[in-house]
């Protein structure tokens, strides 16, 4: 009796050990979304990994831009605006994803160059309305790519955009997942 009851209790601990492993992902972005909502970057950050991040985005933007930079072989100053094409997206990303960034647009709920100080608004000319509409709920998909690679996305961004946009998280650890691509449009 007393077997059976330990192979009972044995198997429940391991199914919920394996469930709670392969919702993992869902409650990484909904913890990613609630800390976005939240404002706090100091959560939203670490759950980023930041260097593969850029590294995603430079790759994704240097392909963009190879197919116009063909386009000029016949111009002798190709090469010299490709070296600085590349070098410019670089630095812009570099300068664009860092937890500084993020944090600022996350308190400021929006993203504005960090460059000048920000200018206090107009006015508005309309009287406000009396209560904000509900935001739109938008239905995310989430795919798993492999048991360590999950991609999130909008169906309906898909059909809009041509590609699979998109967030893919990376498991790091039994059951942490950091954000680490921002898959771009086509």
Request: hydrophobic residues 45%.
């Given at each position: 009796?007393k077997?059976?009851?330990?192979?009972?209790?044995?198997?429940?601990?391991?199914?919920?050990?394996?469930?709670?492993?392969?919702?993992?992902?869902?409650v990484?972005?909904?913890?990613?979304?609630?800390?976005?909502?939240?404002?706090?970057?100091?959560?939203?950050?670490?759950?980023?990994?930041?260097?593969?991040?850029?590294?995603?985005?430079?790759?994704?933007?240097?392909?963009?831009?190879?197919?116009?930079?063909?386009?000029?072989?016949?111009?002798?100053?190709?090469?010299?605006?490709?070296?600085?094409?590349?070098?410019?997206?670089?630095?812009?990303?570099?300068a664009l994803?860092?937890?500084?960034?993020?944090?600022?647009?996350?308190?400021?709920?929006?993203?504005?160059?960090t460059?000048?100080?920000?200018?206090?608004?107009?006015?508005?000319?309309?009287?406000?309305?009396?209560?904000?509409?509900?935001?739109?709920?938008r239905?995310?998909?989430?795919?798993?790519?492999?048991?360590?690679?999950?991609?999130?996305?909008?169906?309906?961004?898909?059909?809009?955009?041509?590609?699979?946009?998109?967030?893919?998280?990376?498991?790091?650890?039994?059951?942490?997942?950091?954000?680490?691509?921002?898959?771009?449009?086509?």
């Amino acid at each position: 009796m007393k077997h059976r009851l330990f192979a009972a209790a044995l198997a429940l601990i391991l199914l919920a050990v394996g469930a709670y492993w392969y919702y993992s992902p869902y409650v990484a972005i909904r913890s990613l979304q609630q800390a976005a909502d939240a404002g706090d970057a100091d959560r939203f950050n670490q759950q980023v990994d930041y260097p593969a991040l850029r590294e995603s985005l430079k790759g994704q933007m240097t392909a963009a831009i190879a197919p116009d930079l063909d386009k000029l072989q016949d111009n002798p100053f190709s090469a010299l605006g490709a070296s600085l094409g590349m070098a410019v997206v670089n630095q812009l990303v570099d300068a664009l994803v860092r937890p500084e960034v993020v944090m600022r647009m996350l308190a400021e709920r929006q993203a504005r160059p960090t460059l000048a100080e920000p200018r206090a608004a107009p006015a508005p000319q309309t009287p406000a309305p009396a209560a904000d509409p509900a935001p739109e709920q938008r239905d995310w998909q989430l795919v798993r790519l492999d048991t360590d690679r999950v991609v999130v996305f909008q169906e309906e961004q898909t059909a809009v955009t041509g590609g699979p946009a998109g967030l893919v998280f990376v498991r790091s650890g039994f059951a942490q997942w950091r954000l680490s691509e921002i898959r771009l449009p086509r």
